[in-house]
């Protein structure tokens, strides 16, 4: 478990900051961007919940734990054979996503247009966590492309936003509530 004592080190002081497995690095590092992206993310989150009640809620809560734990991932570097096993997102993690996704799309009214982000407080709330989390998602993949990480990130960042987007929809009356784009109306 974490303890945390003092909240500042000063050890970033310099530019620097460490990762999970104590190596420093830039604050710009491309793993930094992407475990920090994360975070923003969910923070983006936690705004949401503030208009979710009962099992959207509960949905969100459970993706903001999640969402510390990919933090943790991303944070710690891939190693063979390491002293302490880092914990990272899980297969489970994924799935769950995709059930839930499964079990609100079914409800929903077709898209015929793309949905502006509104309809309600929480829905627009959901979209900007949806925005936030697909940058999250490109700054893995950025990652990924320059070093080895948990193929599973990959894919819960990837439907992380979906979720955020089909939960946006199921809170606006399950889609009779979005506001739809109209291509070119104010021409």
Request: charge should be neutral; include cysteine; glycine fraction near 8%.
């Amino acid at each position: 478990m974490v303890r945390l004592t003092r909240i500042y080190t000063k050890g970033g002081d310099k530019g620097e900051t460490s990762l999970g497995d104590g190596a420093r690095v830039p604050k710009t590092d491309t793993r930094v961007a992407a475990f920090g992206t994360v975070d923003e993310a969910n923070a983006c989150v936690g705004l949401a919940r503030l208009h979710t009640s009962g099992e959207a809620d509960a949905m969100l809560a459970r993706i903001q734990n999640d969402l510390f734990d990919l933090g943790a991932d991303l944070c710690t570097p891939e190693t063979p054979d390491p002293k302490y096993p880092p914990l990272r997102i899980a297969e489970g993690q994924v799935e769950r996503l995709e059930r839930e996704i499964d079990a609100m799309n079914e409800k929903l009214a077709p898209l015929n247009s793309f949905v502006l982000p509104g309809g309600s407080p929480a829905a627009a709330a959901l979209h900007l966590a949806r925005t936030v989390a697909r940058r999250a998602e490109r700054e893995i993949v950025a990652l990924a492309a320059r070093e080895t990480i948990n193929p599973a990130a990959i894919r819960y960042a990837n439907r992380l936003s979906d979720h955020l987007f089909v939960l946006s929809r199921h809170l606006n009356e399950d889609g009779a509530k979005d506001v739809l784009w109209v291509p070119g109306k104010n021409r």
